[in-house]
């Protein structure tokens, strides 16, 4: 019987593991919980794909600049406060809430994709 409990309360538990992420002098911090039942999480790939969909969909893009790599300043001449509505744009699209502290970090998609793949609660 103490097995049995045992397993059922295992099978629930999370078990926090936080990474730091540092990409061009940013650096962001995530937890992401493990579980012992099915694996759950969003695949890297698909993160991916959907950050760039939002990406490609903001008004003020060219979608054809749009690159897993791309800068949101840099290389598609978006100001800060783009910047912030694309941000807000992947916390809809993803159903999280990042941070300000956080938000403010995500200046380009392979930091986006990073902090969402990431995160726990991302679906």
């Given at each position: 019987?103490?097995?049995?409990?045992?397993?059922?309360?295992?099978?629930h538990?999370r078990?926090?593991?936080?990474?730091?992420?540092?990409?061009?002098?940013?650096?962001?911090?995530?937890?992401?919980?493990?579980?012992?039942?099915?694996?759950?999480?969003?695949?890297?790939?698909?993160?991916?794909?959907?950050?760039?969909?939002?990406?490609?969909?903001?008004?003020?893009?060219?979608?054809?600049?749009?690159?897993?790599?791309?800068?949101?300043?840099?290389?598609?001449?978006?100001?800060?406060?783009?910047?912030?509505?694309?941000?807000?744009?992947?916390?809809e699209?993803?159903?999280?809430?990042?941070?300000?502290?956080?938000?403010?970090?995500?200046?380009?998609?392979?930091?986006?994709v990073?902090?969402?793949?990431?995160?726990?609660?991302?679906?």
């Open positions: 019987m103490a097995s049995a409990l045992r397993s059922t309360i295992l099978r538990i078990v926090p593991i936080s990474h730091s992420l540092s990409l061009n002098g940013s650096r962001l911090t995530a937890v992401r919980s493990m579980s012992s039942h099915g694996d759950d999480h969003l695949d890297k790939q698909e993160v991916v794909d959907r950050v760039l969909d939002v990406v490609k969909s903001f008004p003020k893009v060219d979608p054809s600049k749009v690159t897993p790599d791309v800068h949101f300043q840099k290389d598609l001449g978006l100001d800060s406060l783009d910047t912030v509505e694309i941000v807000m744009a992947l916390e699209e993803f159903k999280l809430e990042i941070p300000d502290k956080e938000a403010d970090k995500i200046d380009s998609c392979p930091l986006a990073e902090y969402i793949y990431n995160h726990p609660m991302a679906s």
